[in-house]
């Protein structure tokens, strides 16, 4: 079983349209807890550590092999426990940032939540390190799309990402930083390669519960 940490209930059904279609037979369960990203906001990522370990363990008693954590904000935290959670614990975007740092030295970062942009620049930068590529990340903040989300307005929400993703220019790869931001990159026209985390992330995951 896979367990994900979800910071809002829009993403079950996206990550099980994601198994359905690519890893039929893998039972996921799913634990949301929108707090976590409200208090992640307010008071940094940290503040809220102890909260997200608590979802972990709670995950592995149930008897998950592996946990995903699909917000951007969090993931970081997250996956500084797997030692003591005894389960691979996953970040949800580490697949795509390492996918954006084969792509080419120029990265734009995407985010509609100003806290997403540091940890996945950071994490980028992290991957960049690991592969020994030199890479320039540059984040960008869509204005007003945060706002929409909340509102549950979720096709404003993905145009105004796309959008924001077809003024790009000078870059060799676009990095939508949160996982809700996936289906703008069916509606962008640009030609610079457009990643998002929840197809690669959630076949991270998988595989971790396998072992592979």
Not at 160 to 185: C, F, K
């Amino acid at each position: 079983m896979l367990a994900l940490l979800h910071t809002s209930p829009v993403h079950v059904p996206v990550f099980d349209a994601l198994r359905d279609e690519a890893h039929p037979g893998l039972e996921l369960r799913h634990f949301v807890d929108e707090g976590l990203l409200e208090r992640a906001r307010a008071a940094g990522p940290d503040a809220v550590a102890a909260d997200v370990r608590a979802v972990v363990d709670r995950a592995v008693a149930d008897g998950a092999r592996a946990v995903l954590c699909t917000c951007s904000t969090l993931g970081g935290v997250a996956e500084t426990y797997a030692a003591e959670a005894g389960v691979p614990v996953l970040r949800v975007d580490r697949p795509m940032a390492t996918a954006a740092v084969a792509a080419g030295a120029r990265v734009v970062v995407l985010a509609a939540l100003e806290s997403t942009l540091a940890p996945t620049a950071a994490l980028i930068e992290e991957e960049a390190r690991r592969a020994g590529r030199p890479v320039t990340v540059r984040t960008v903040l869509v204005d007003g799309a945060w706002a929409r989300f909340e509102a549950g307005d979720s096709e404003a929400y993905v145009r105004r990402v796309a959008a924001a993703a077809d003024e790009v220019t000078a870059a060799d790869a676009i990095v939508l930083a949160q996982a809700s931001m996936a289906p703008a990159q069916h509606l962008a026209t640009t030609s610079i390669p457009l990643l998002s985390s929840p197809r690669p992330g959630l076949t991270a995951a998988a595989e971790a519960t396998r072992g592979d």
